[in-house]
């Protein structure tokens, strides 16, 4: 799957299995807010999901029907996150947008240098 620039991935696709876009000229229209409603909502039942999975692979009683349906929910939630990963990726600003940090800017604010172990060089 493939960002389309300009264009918003959105968190469905269409009954084809083909994703879907937004065109918008700002993150504000009332379908980017249902879509970020979306996203935020796969992501909280991946998360759920994942606790299930953990205790469900904890059982030693869980037979192979109850472990089958598991990895097909656990694949779904996959797909989901992914999309919202690309998603959201897809909207990040871009280094030659002027946003990547500037290492010989003194008014970039990077935070203490980490600390080196003795004996590195």
């Known amino acids: 799957m493939t960002v389309?620039?300009?264009?918003?991935?959105?968190?469905?696709?269409?009954?084809?299995?083909?994703?879907c876009y937004l065109a918008t000229d700002g993150g504000n229209s009332p379908l980017s807010r249902r879509a970020d409603e979306i996203?935020?909502?796969q992501v909280s039942m991946g998360r759920e999901l994942l606790g299930h999975a953990r205790a469900l692979l904890?059982?030693?009683k869980a037979d192979a029907r109850e472990l089958r349906f598991l990895a097909d929910r656990l694949c779904e939630a996959l797909r989901?996150?992914?999309r919202v990963a690309e998603s959201?990726?897809?909207?990040?600003?871009?280094p030659d947008d002027g946003c990547a940090a500037d290492?010989?800017?003194?008014?970039?604010?990077?935070?203490?240098?980490?600390?080196?172990?003795?004996g590195a060089s």
Not at 13 to 18: L, T
């Open 4 to 19: 389309v620039n300009g264009l918003r991935l959105l968190p469905w696709s269409d009954p084809d299995g083909k994703p």
């Open 39 to 41: 996203e935020a909502l």
């Open 58 to 60: 904890g059982d030693r």
């Open 80 to 82: 989901d996150v992914l």
């Open 88 to 94: 959201r990726g897809g909207r990040l600003p871009s």
């Open 103 to 118: 290492p010989d800017d003194p008014s970039q604010d990077r935070g203490p240098a980490p600390a080196r172990a003795e």
